[in-house]
DNA sequence: CAATGATCATGC
DNA sequence: GCATGATCATTG
């Protein structure tokens, strides 16, 4: 497995220019250079690509929740992408708290607190690419937009009004312009707090928060580079 | 054939 | 069970 080590990057700068100086390399060649074994597919490892550059960016490996870069505050996301550069996969933000949002808001989430500063690492990863031939792309440092930060807040505030109005098991994958919420738990038989319409506690499947494929595509390509 | 719903590994 | 990292795979 993957372990962490100690070349945290000292600056944004820093980390910026050596996520970009792996574009063009394949998962093949990062791995080799970290002495690490490629899986022959992701069924068992689904997420050795983020676990890989992490590692080789020299993030905080593990389950602290805090951002991969503590003292850059920047969130680390690596992402699949087909060779015109859209995602072929939502992207999981964060868990979606159930319980005990009342005064919760857009300004103290932890979706905006999460997307504040994201390195997006994309990856030419189609399917029928095998996982060392696959080729990480143009890596860059975004945070939303005003106008992509009012998109996600109004998802945002859609979906934890149907939380709060016990309407959790009435979402679905289709609610939500950018931001969807879906099942994230080990299976179907995981299940967490929650409450229904009548204000009656009851167990239900954990979800979490996704961004869909129309809008990271559309950060993709406002940061290609022509050239 | 894209998207929704389901699932896999690991650490604590 | 929850938080980290995501992709799988059935279905519409």
């Not at 939502?90 to 905006?112: D, E, I």
């Amino acid at each position: 497995m993957i372990t962490p080590v100690e070349n945290i990057p000292a600056s944004e700068q820093a980390l910026i220019e050596k996520a970009q100086s792996l574009a063009g390399l394949s998962l093949g060649e990062i791995a080799q250079q970290a002495n690490i074994t490629v899986p022959k597919n992701l069924n068992r490892d689904k997420g050795w690509p983020g676990l890989l550059l992490e590692y080789t960016l020299g993030a905080t490996a593990g389950s602290k929740p805090e951002p991969d870069f503590p003292e850059l505050g920047i969130e680390l996301k690596t992402i699949p992408i087909n060779r015109q550069g859209k995602p072929l996969e939502t992207t999981f933000v964060s868990v979606a708290p159930l319980t005990g949002m009342v005064g919760s808001n857009w300004q103290n989430s932890h979706v905006k607190n999460k997307l504040s500063r994201v390195l997006w690492v994309p990856i030419v990863a189609e399917r029928d690419i095998p996982i060392p031939e696959r080729i990480v792309a143009t890596p860059f440092l975004w945070s939303p937009s005003p106008e992509e930060e009012n998109l996600l807040a109004c998802d945002w505030q859609e979906l934890t009004d149907m939380i709060v109005l016990g309407e959790v098991e009435n979402i679905n994958g289709r609610h939500g312009q950018v931001m969807q919420l879906r099942p994230k738990a080990a299976n179907s038989k995981a299940k967490t707090d929650a409450f229904d319409k009548h204000g009656r506690p009851f167990k239900t499947l954990p979800r979490g928060f996704y961004l869909k494929i129309p809008f990271t595509q559309m950060l993709i390509a406002k940061h290609l580079r022509i050239g």
